[in-house]
């Protein structure tokens, strides 16, 4: 599934709106907090990023690069974004998920993707089919991992894929996905991963679903097995 590539935060003149990027920004789950400072000369002069924990500072530029390019379509040069992770980034907190495997099964008519999450000493998997197509592989990866995230928390949260593209950053291919969720009780949240496609689009999209909920899942009790 491919979007165009929207122009909001861009103002009229080519001037960008820095409130508008930051609030963009802020989705990634790579991104704590940050600052964007507009140029006179260009759109932007820099972007100064406090980092969450875990992903390492060259990731966090990739993400950045690639929301601006995909959500503003805005193409920045990387020397423009600088990374802080404080002293205590790389200390464990909260059990993050990893993906353990993922396979891709061609029956006689679609095409199914299975997604194995792990979370602590907790495993779940998650499926997803449909007609198979070159386009769907990787929308499919993307909604059999939401699929296992769910159950891990045992039903307290359901997710959807709202936009998946395969883009190019700095001469290398990435997969970006938009996730929104819905948590019991009401509350909703969106976020962007992004990832660095290596061994396949179907990983890539799983990987970047978990860039995109892992910080804001964090915050969200798994509950008891079986509610």
Known sequence: MERDVPSEGQRPSGRVDAKELERGLLE????????VVPGTERPIDEIHVLATPGPSPKQVVR??????????????????????????????????????????????????VRVGLLRG?????????AASSPESRALL????????????????????????????????WCMAVRVGAV??????????????IRRS???????AVLNATQRRLQIIAPGPSGN
Do not use: M
């Open 28 to 35: 990634l789950a790579s991104v704590g907090a940050v600052r």
């Open 121 to 129: 000493d907790e495993q779940a998997t998650g499926e997803a089919e």
């Open 201 to 207: 689009d179907e990983e890539a999209a799983a990987r």
């Open 183 to 196: 948590a019991t009780g009401g509350d909703s949240f969106s976020g962007v991963g992004v990832a660095l």
């Open 63 to 112: 993400d950045v690069e690639a929301l601006l390019l995909t959500r503003f379509g805005l193409r920045l040069d990387r020397r423009l974004i600088s990374v802080v992770q404080l002293a205590g980034a790389y200390r464990k907190g909260p059990e993050r998920v990893v993906l353990e495997r993922l396979t891709v099964e061609q029956t006689r008519q679609n095409l199914l």
């Open 141 to 172: 990866a993307a909604e059999a991992t939401l699929r296992a995230l769910e159950k891990l928390w045992h039903g307290r949260v359901r997710f959807g894929v709202e936009a998946q593209r395969r883009i190019q950053v700095a001469h290398r």
